[in-house]
């Protein structure tokens, strides 16, 4: 998504500073700290293991809670209410478009202070992530779950209607055309769809991006703020368009727009084709396991002669500065430094299909051997290294980026069910043009 920022144009750098090492080593007893996230399933498991791992390379000194809080809208908006009445977790992860309102929030501690402070070198994080996440290039949030959209293919649907699985659509056409060939009916039912997304806000910005467009205005809020978004444009229309198309023809059921719902069709395997993040593969191959192979492709473009790339997804973890002792604040700095470490890395990547922020997790024996006999996790790494950087592929700023994707959801499911997708789109653009009014207003202030 989109909440991310480079390092041009923005001034604001977090909030606070990091207190020194030896906060820690001065404490008495056990630091606890609480961390607050996001997942569930496969990649909840691995968050578990994660903290199993730090608490017992820490015992007697710093103890880790993880606390799951729902989605990523869910997260952020528990943690809103922490921060309004005083009790907030000591770390939280936050998804990619809520990085702005993060930084303007002023609530936490960015973590180059820490590494700054420490002499610790954040050289092996990914370039492309640490640009995302930084600003003048000072790093405000640990980058942890970093993820690109993907094409999920159901291998033996395509064998089975003649489809070369490793030939797979490029762009929405040729999608539709794919899906046509890879519904099946029986008796007036389907069966079988060939084609299937939840109606989410992100491949909609995915796929503004691919197309080489803006998100929203001033060069997707790089040059100034951002006042409005461009999902009205031609490529937001084209992509509700095409959604309504999709599930009018019958090539893909209308799941609505939790992530969730249109998963569990792609798992069951009555779906041939999917869109999703690669956080899902995991996941995915271990439901599939017995049924069919999961493959991944490239994310789609919208049209076949776009230019454009896709936008960095996941989310960051976030140290919070209000209320925590500084002997917390440094053990949850100790906390996300481990949670970026090569071992840890390689473990979250093969454990989640989320692709590893250090560079140096891929180089290690136990996430080759893991890639060598899963090459679907590499699609997503592939597609980082092949894209450019571009304002249109570096998603846009927006500090109500997250009530934008609704609008944008909200669009997308009028269109779906029968409202004019120009129509649908722009009413959806005008409902939240007073709200980034309104937040550019505080922000200005
Ligand atoms: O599902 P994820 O973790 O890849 O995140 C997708 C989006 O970037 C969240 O805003």
């Not at 303007?104 to 700054?116: E, G, H, N, Y």
């Not at 991006?209 to 790089?222: K, P, V």
């Not at 997503?380 to 500090?399: D, E, F, R, V, Y």
Request: neutral net charge; hydrophobic residues 35%.
């Amino acid at each position: 998504g989109c909440g991310g920022s480079d390092n041009s144009g923005d001034k604001a750098t977090g909030g606070q500073d990091a207190p020194g090492a030896d906060a820690l080593d001065k404490a008495s007893g056990v630091t606890k700290v609480t961390f607050w996230h996001g997942m569930k399933g496969a990649n909840g498991a691995a968050v578990d293991k994660l903290v199993k791992a730090f608490n017992s390379a820490n015992t007697g000194k710093i103890e880790v809670t993880a606390v799951y809080q729902g989605d990523y809208d869910d997260t952020i908006t528990k943690y809103k209410t922490s921060v309004q009445q005083g009790n907030t977790p000591s770390v939280v992860q936050i998804y990619d478009i809520g990085s702005r309102f993060m930084i303007d929030s002023k609530q936490t501690v960015p973590v180059q202070s820490f590494a700054d402070k420490d002499g610790y070198s954040l050289g092996s994080i990914e370039p492309n992530i640490a640009n995302y996440y930084s600003i003048d290039g000072k790093l405000n949030s640990m980058p942890f779950n970093t993820s690109m959209p993907l094409l999920y293919i159901n291998k033996e649907a395509f064998v089975k209607a003649g489809l070369d699985p490793l030939k797979p659509p490029t762009n929405l056409d040729e999608i539709m055309a794919a899906a046509k060939k890879l519904t099946i009916k029986q008796g007036g039912k389907t069966v079988q769809y060939g084609f299937n997304a939840a109606i989410y806000g992100w491949f909609m910005e995915q796929l503004i991006a691919q197309s080489g467009t803006t998100y929203c205005d001033n060069e997707n809020g790089r040059k100034d703020l951002a006042t409005k978004v461009n999902f009205a444009d031609e490529q937001g229309v084209k992509i509700a368009d095409w959604y309504q198309q999709m599930v009018k023809l019958g090539y893909m059921p209308n799941t609505g727009k939790k992530t969730d719902d249109a998963q569990a069709v792609f798992k069951s395997g009555t779906s041939a084709m999917h869109l999703e993040s690669t956080g899902s593969l995991r996941g995915y191959i271990d439901a599939a396991k017995g049924k069919f192979t999961v493959l991944t492709a490239p994310f789609p473009k919208v049209g076949a002669s776009d230019t454009g790339g896709p936008i960095i997804g996941g989310a960051s973890l976030w140290v919070d500065g209000q209320g925590h002792s500084d002997a917390e604040k440094r053990a949850s700095w100790e906390f996300v430094k481990f949670a970026s470490s090569p071992e840890q890395q390689a473990a979250w990547h093969t454990g989640t299909g989320y692709f590893p922020i250090n560079s140096k997790a891929l180089d290690l024996p136990a996430d080759k051997a893991w890639v060598a006999q899963y090459p679907q996790f590499t699609t997503a790494i592939t597609q980082l290294h092949n894209t450019k950087p571009s304002n249109p592929s570096s998603g846009c700023i927006l500090g109500v980026m997250p009530q934008a994707r609704k609008a944008a959801e909200d669009g997308i499911e009028k269109a779906v069910l029968g409202t004019d997708p120009q129509k649908a789109m722009t009413a959806a653009a005008d409902s939240i043009k007073p709200q980034i009014d309104q937040y550019n207003k505080t922000v200005k202030k």
